[in-house]
């Protein structure tokens, strides 16, 4: 069974700053790698996606994964106030009929005004 | 617009009743699926299915049934609740792609 482990388990920063979080793995045939945000009482949105080893880039967020080290990252620029949730990192496995998500705990972010 | 629709929002069962939350999507998705989360221990899948007339077990099954009788509609049953199925349940529907989720319902059994 897949295994997602995120750190750390909240963060607070400062308006404006970058929030950097943490996602590793244990299954290196993982498809792709998804974060998801959630807000109190709200269910999960996804926010971005990554399949190959490298970095991709929408807006204020960076994800960057390494296949090599089962680790994954996402990088939140000019954090703003509205960031403030948890964070879910979820990765794929299988596709058609047997697509499946696995699940870390999430890291709970709060941005400070 | 795409949409995953979940009822009740809440509900306070009874040990021993029986429980039926409901999931209704909109998007044509041939999968989906039912989750739990709970602090300490995030999201966790329950039941996921494939398309109507079929259910799979997912990571965590037991005392769980699953009902798939239209491609819009998909049930999670709990023939005999306990206080340990208390938890935020979340309904999803998504194929090969991230998952659309509903906005959960509370259940608490007391």
């Known amino acids: 069974q897949e295994k997602v482990q995120q750190s750390p388990e909240s963060l607070i920063v400062p308006e404006g700053a970058m929030s950097s979080l943490n996602c590793t793995f244990s299954?290196?045939?993982?498809?792709s790698i998804w974060w998801y945000q959630q807000h109190p009482g709200k269910g999960p949105e996804a926010l971005i996606?990554?399949?190959?080893?490298g970095n991709k880039k929408e807006g204020r967020l960076t994800v960057y994964l390494n296949r090599a080290s089962l680790h994954v990252s996402l990088h939140i620029r000019d954090s703003q106030p509205s960031d403030s949730a948890v964070y879910l990192c979820?990765?794929?496995?299988?596709?058609?009929?047997?697509?499946?998500?696995?699940f870390g705990k999430g890291t709970l972010l709060t941005v400070t005004p | 617009e795409a949409a995953v629709t979940q009822s009740p929002r809440n509900k306070v069962a009874v040990t021993g009743g029986k429980v039926t939350l409901s999931c209704n999507q909109t998007?044509?998705?041939?999968?989906m699926y039912w989750y739990r989360q709970d602090t300490g221990h995030g999201l966790r899948l329950i039941h996921y299915?494939?398309?109507?007339?079929?259910?799979e077990k997912g990571d965590i099954p037991d005392g769980y049934k699953a009902s798939r009788p239209s491609q819009e509609n998909f049930s999670l049953i709990l023939e005999l609740a306990t206080p340990s199925q208390t938890s935020v349940y979340f309904c999803?529907?998504?194929?090969?792609?991230?998952?659309?989720f509903g906005e959960g319902t509370r259940l608490s059994v007391l």
């Open positions: 299954n290196s045939a993982s498809q």
């Open positions: 979820a990765v794929s496995i299988g596709g058609g009929s047997n697509y499946k998500l696995t």
């Open positions: 999803a529907s998504g194929d090969n792609q991230a998952p659309l």
């Open positions: 299915s494939y398309g109507a007339g079929s259910t």
């Open positions: 996606s990554i399949f190959s080893n």
């Open positions: 998007n044509n998705h041939n999968n």
